[in-house]
């Protein structure tokens, strides 16, 4: 069964920290994953997806097959990096594509 | 900004009332998604369509039901077989199984926020 897990509920680190976001995933595939992000009083929308390799505002994230892993990383944290972040995979099945969210950590940067 | 709306933003209603969200998109993706959204809980699927007329069952789709006619368009009821409504409810859409790959990212509505009084 497909499952994304992020363990921390709440995060909260000083501006100017590292922060790191734990995602686990379980899949029997060739994971697809994401990184959604949600500011106050904003649509939810995408962070950045593994496939990319990108840097998002500073972000990134490593997908890591040995450990299941794809934790969102930032060397420096800023106060606008306060938000709910969920992690998601999307998952091939025979009646199309599902994502499947992680509960989704909220990260608060303190200034 | 466009893309995919949702509409109302706030929804009351009275206990044993069927109510109906609305859920509409301009970006001509073919799949769309209704999810609800509780505190500690994340995102739980709903509802999904990946073609016009055609839908499955989510997770939790028990006292929901949802129709397909049009390519942009996807609305949801919240019945009153829906033992714990209120909740805040998000539409999503994707380009859809023939285009994409591994870009085939969703892209989410504003969402509504139903209360049951």
Not at chain 1, 78 to 103: P, R, V
Not at chain 2, 44 to 51: A, E, W
Request: glycine share 10%; aromatic share 14%; hydrophobic share 30%.
């Amino acid at each position: 069964a497909q499952r994304v897990t992020q363990p921390e509920k709440l995060l909260s680190v000083f501006k100017g920290a590292p922060v790191e976001l734990k995602c686990n995933y379980s899949y029997s595939g060739s994971p697809e994953l994401f990184w959604y992000v949600q500011y106050s009083r904003q649509r939810l929308q995408l962070l950045l997806r593994h496939i990319s390799r990108e840097s998002i505002k500073g972000f990134t994230a490593d997908l890591n097959k040995g450990e299941t892993s794809f934790h969102l990383k930032k060397p420096f944290a800023q106060e606008e990096d306060s938000a709910m972040y969920y992690c998601a995979l999307k998952g091939n099945t025979n009646t199309g594509n599902q994502f499947y969210f992680g509960t989704g950590t909220s990260l608060t940067v303190i200034p | 900004d466009g893309g995919i709306t949702q509409s109302p933003k706030y929804l009351f209603r009275k206990e044993g009332q069927n109510v109906t969200l609305s859920c509409e998109q301009n970006l001509n993706h073919d799949a769309m998604y209704w999810y609800r959204q509780d505190p500690g809980q994340g995102l739980r699927l709903i509802y999904y369509s990946q073609i016009v007329n055609d839908f499955q069952k989510g997770d939790i789709a028990e006292g929901y039901s949802v129709s397909r006619e049009k390519k942009e368009s996807f609305p949801l009821t919240v019945t009153s077989a829906q033992k714990n409504p209120t909740a805040f409810y998000l539409c999503a859409s994707s380009i859809g199984l023939l285009g994409g790959g591994a870009y085939n990212e969703q892209f989410f509505g504003p969402g509504t926020r139903l209360t049951v009084l």
